[in-house]
C-alpha cells in the first residue's frame, strides 16, 4: 500500500472528480460513512456523540457523520467552529442537507456553542471533524479553543483523515492537537500516521475506501508500506538437498570487552534466520561469552589492545573474507582510536555485501570510509544525528525527509530505526514497517536486527530487499514475544529466539491467502 502526502491525496481527490467522473459529493457522503462505521463500532447500542466540524472539507465529512447518527437514533450535537458563511460549498450542501434531516448545528457565534462544549465530559465520543489533511498553519480561535475542550474533556475521539492539528505530511504538532482514540483515513494512509505526535495521537487507525479508483490509488508514491505477502514471496527458500554452505555465511565483527553480549545478540540471530554458517570475529573475551550462549557458531579469534579489537587484525579479516558472504561490522565494538584504525584499514579491501551498525556507524560519522561493497546502514535517531551532523529533533521532525536525506549522502541503502522503521536506496521508494511494538525499545535489540539483515544478505537479497525485510520479520517476532510473553519486559534474547516461528508465521499467512 502507498503512502500518501497532502498533495497526493488532494490531488488524486481532484482526478477521481475530473478524470472518472465521482464527484465529490460521492466522496465525501462515503468518507462519513466509514467514520460512522468506526462510531458504530464503539458505541453498538447508540449513545450521545458531539460531532465538531470545521469550515472545510473535512466539517463536511463530519456533517455527514451527525446526520448518519441522528437517523441511527444516537442523541447528537453538532458544533461548528466557524460561522456558517464560512463553509466551503461542499461543507455548506452537506450542512444544509443534514439540518433538513434533523441535524441541529450550532455555529461558533451562537451562545449555545459553550454551554455545549462545557458539557463535553457528559457524551459518550466526540467526533473530530475539524481539520483535514491541508492544515499548516498553527492552529488557533475557534478551532485551537475546539481542541483544547475535546482533551479536556477526556471523551473517547475519533478523528476524520487526520486528528486535528497534526500536521499530514510529518507528524508534527501545529501547537496543540487533538489526541484520538481511533482515526479513519481515506484512499491512502498517510505519512503522519508513521512519524512525530501523529503516531501517537492518531490512536488505532484504518484506511477506509471511499471510491477513488484503484488505479489512482495504486499509482506509486514516494514510499510504501511492506507488507506480509512481499515479504513471504521474498523470503529465500531452503531446498531439500542443500547443505550448510548454500545457506549463507555470515561474518560478525563485534563486541568489546566492556560489551561482550552484543556480539552473542547478533550471532544467536543469525543462526535463528536460517544462516547455514556464522563466525563471530572478536577478542578472546568476547569469543568466550559467544562460544558459552551460541554453541553453533565458528569463532575468529581477533588481537586486541585494551580490550577492543586491535588495528592489525584487519588483515586476519581480509585474509578470510572470500569464506564469508555477507558480514555485520560494529555492535559493541565501542569508538576507540584502535577500533577506528581497525575499521579503516579492514573495510578499504572489503567486497562482500555488509552490514553497518552500532559503534561502526559512530565510526563513519568520525569520516572512516564505508567500504567500496554493497551496504546497510541501520542508525538509530542518535546515530543518524551524527551521520548528518545535525540534531535528535531534526532528524525525528521529519523522518521520511531524514531518510531522504541520508540516501542522497550516503548513496547506499539507509534504514532509520524507530516505531515504523523506514528503509530507503537510492532510486528506489521508502519502504515503511508495520510490525514491531514499543516492548522493542530496548537494549540489544538492534543486534538481533543485524543478524537477522546480515543473514538475508548471506543468502543473496539485495540490500534493499533484505533490510525491508528483515525489519518486518524482526518486528514480527517482537510481536510473537509481546503475545505470549507479554508487551514489556521481553528481552533481545527472546525475540532472537522467536524468530524461526515468526518467519512460519510470515510464510504459512501468505499461503492461506
Not at 467526533?127 to 492544515?135: E, P, S
Not at 503522519?192 to 508514491?221: D, K, M, R
Amino acid at each position: 500500500m502507498w503512502i500518501s502526502t497532502a498533495e497526493h491525496s488532494k490531488q488524486i481527490d481532484k482526478r477521481a472528480s475530473e478524470e472518472f467522473g465521482v464527484p465529490a459529493k460521492v466522496l465525501m457522503e462515503r468518507a462519513g460513512l466509514a467514520v460512522f462505521d468506526a462510531v458504530k463500532d464503539l458505541l453498538p447500542q447508540g449513545g450521545r456523540i458531539t460531532v465538531f466540524c470545521g469550515k472545510g472539507n473535512n466539517g463536511g465529512d463530519g456533517f455527514v457523520v451527525a446526520r448518519l447518527a441522528v437517523d441511527h437514533q444516537f442523541k447528537v450535537d453538532c458544533l461548528v467552529a466557524a460561522e456558517e458563511d464560512a463553509l466551503t460549498p461542499e461543507a455548506h450542501e452537506q450542512m444544509r442537507i443534514a439540518r433538513a434531516q434533523g441535524v441541529q448545528p450550532i455555529f461558533y457565534s451562537d451562545a449555545r456553542w459553550m454551554r455545549k462544549a462545557e458539557g463535553l465530559g457528559c457524551r459518550d465520543l466526540i467526533v473530530d471533524a475539524l481539520l483535514g489533511t491541508g492544515a499548516r498553519c498553527e492552529v488557533k480561535g475557534p478551532i485551537l479553543e475546539s481542541i483544547r475542550l475535546i482533551n479536556r474533556s477526556g471523551v473517547p475521539v475519533v478523528a476524520v483523515d487526520v486528528p486535528s492539528g497534526i500536521c499530514c505530511n510529518t507528524g508534527e504538532e501545529l501547537g496543540e492537537s487533538v489526541w484520538a482514540l481511533r482515526t479513519v483515513t481515506f484512499g491512502l494512509p498517510k505519512r503522519f500516521l508513521f512519524e512525530g505526535l501523529g503516531l501517537e495521537h492518531a490512536g488505532y487507525w484504518t484506511v477506509s475506501e471511499i471510491g477513488i479508483p484503484n488505479s489512482l490509488l495504486n499509482e506509486p508514491t514516494e514510499a510504501r508500506l511492506v507488507d506480509c505477502e512481499w515479504v513471504s514471496n521474498l523470503l529465500p527458500e531452503r531446498l531439500r538437498d542443500c547443505h550448510k554452505g548454500d545457506n549463507g555465511s555470515v561474518l560478525i565483527v563485534a563486541g568489546s570487552r566492556s560489551m561482550r553480549g552484543a556480539a552473542a545478540l547478533a550471532a544467536k540471530a543469525a543462526v535463528r534466520s536460517g544462516a547455514g554458517l556464522v563466525t563471530v570475529a572478536g577478542i578472546p573475551d568476547v569469543m568466550d561469552s559467544v562460544s558459552a550462549i551460541v554453541p553453533e557458531v565458528v569463532l575468529l579469534p581477533l588481537p586486541e589492545i585494551d580490550g577492543v579489537i586491535a588495528p592489525e587484525a584487519a588483515e586476519i579479516i581480509l585474509s578470510q573474507q572470500n569464506k564469508y558472504h555477507s558480514a555485520l561490522f560494529g555492535p559493541g565494538m565501542t569508538h576507540e582510536l584502535p577500533v577506528l584504525d581497525f575499521l579503516s584499514a579492514v573495510w578499504k579491501g572489503w567486497t562482500r555485501p555488509c552490514l553497518i551498525d552500532a559503534d561502526a556507524l559512530n565510526a563513519v560519522s568520525k569520516g572512516i570510509k564505508l567500504p567500496e561493497a554493497e551496504c546497510v546502514l541501520t542508525p538509530h535517531p542518535g546515530e543518524m544525528s551524527r551521520l548528518l551532523h545535525c540534531s535528535i529533533a531534526e532528524i525525528q521532525a521529519d523522518r521520511f525527509r531524514t531518510v531522504t536525506q541520508a540516501v542522497e549522502e550516503l548513496r547506499c541503502c539507509v534504514l532509520l530505526k524507530g516505531p515504523y522503521t523506514i528503509v530507503g536506496e537510492p532510486g528506489q521508494p521508502m519502504i515503511v514497517n508495520c510490525t514491531g511494538n514499543p516492548g522493542l525499545a530496548s537494549a540489544g535489540m538492534g543486534d538481533v536486527l543485524g543478524g537477522v539483515i546480515a543473514t538475508l544478505l548471506a543468502q543473496d537479497l539485495p540490500t534493499y530487499f533484505a533490510a525491508s525485510c528483515g525489519m518486518y520479520w524482526h518486528g514480527m517476532s517482537g510481536d510473537l514475544c509481546a503475545d505470549e510473553i507479554g508487551p514489556i519486559g521481553y528481552s533481545a534474547s527472546d525475540v532472537a529466539d522467536k524468530l524461526a516461528k515468526a518467519r512460519c508465521r510470515i510464510v504459512s499467512t501468505c499461503h492461506r491467502k
